[in-house]
């Protein structure tokens, strides 16, 4: 078990970024007039599929129907997803996080009142609120190789809505996290421990604490 620790502990933060970075973007679309993300595109011809680069951020806030497959880059390769958005609203993401040859899965869906996320590292999930009011990140602030403001590469196609991707599974137990108040630019990792306090599962946890802990 200890040699899964730090794979374990790396897609959990990474999970909890996404969330983050989820709840985010949503919950400023109200206090913000639409703005399409600055990407270059190469659409071919006869067909709907574009092919642009941008940040999770950007692709979080689309806010159109797509499917959209995505490689963002990491100190040890690459990692791959597919993310289902529907309007302002509704987002799924699915993801492939390569970690020191080895490889998990990641989960995550947004039905606008809940962000939940889960992995095959461990049986418990996060959920967090999409709340009115939510703080502004630290600028620039990453965890264990993983920024939300990362330009990442990404092909989206146009696709018709199905519900049932929006549904988190019911074999998962789903603890709520809330949000913590950063208070100064030098609270970053207090914020991620803080996150990490809030797992019930003990080796979830103490893998969360030590891929921050490697992260620093």
Request: with cysteine.
């Amino acid at each position: 078990m200890a040699k899964r620790l730090p794979i374990i502990g790396a897609v959990i933060v990474v999970i909890i970024i996404i969330a983050a970075a989820a709840v985010f973007t949503l919950s400023k679309k109200s206090q913000a007039p639409s703005q399409e993300p600055t990407v270059s595109q190469q659409t071919e011809e006869g067909t709907q599929e574009v092919t642009s680069k941008g940040s999770i951020k950007d692709l979080i806030g689309l806010g159109k129907n797509v499917t959209c497959t995505i490689t963002y880059p990491t100190d040890e390769g690459t990692s791959n997803g597919t993310v289902y958005v529907a309007g302002d609203k509704r987002l799924r993401g699915d993801f492939t996080i390569n970690f020191q040859d080895q490889e998990m899965d990641s989960h995550m869906i947004q039905d606008g009142i809940w962000v939940y996320t889960w992995s095959s590292a461990t049986p418990q999930g996060t959920k967090m609120k999409v709340e009115e009011n939510v703080p502004t990140p630290t600028p620039g602030a990453q965890t264990q190789n993983f920024d939300a403001n990362t330009q990442v590469d990404y092909k989206c196609s146009n696709w018709s809505v199905d519900n049932s991707k929006f549904q988190p599974p019911s074999n998962i137990q789903f603890v709520e996290f809330s949000m913590p108040t950063p208070q100064s630019t030098n609270t970053t990792n207090l914020q991620q421990q803080s996150l990490c306090d809030q797992l019930t599962n003990p080796e979830a946890k103490a893998a969360c604490l030590e891929a921050i802990e490697s992260g620093n």
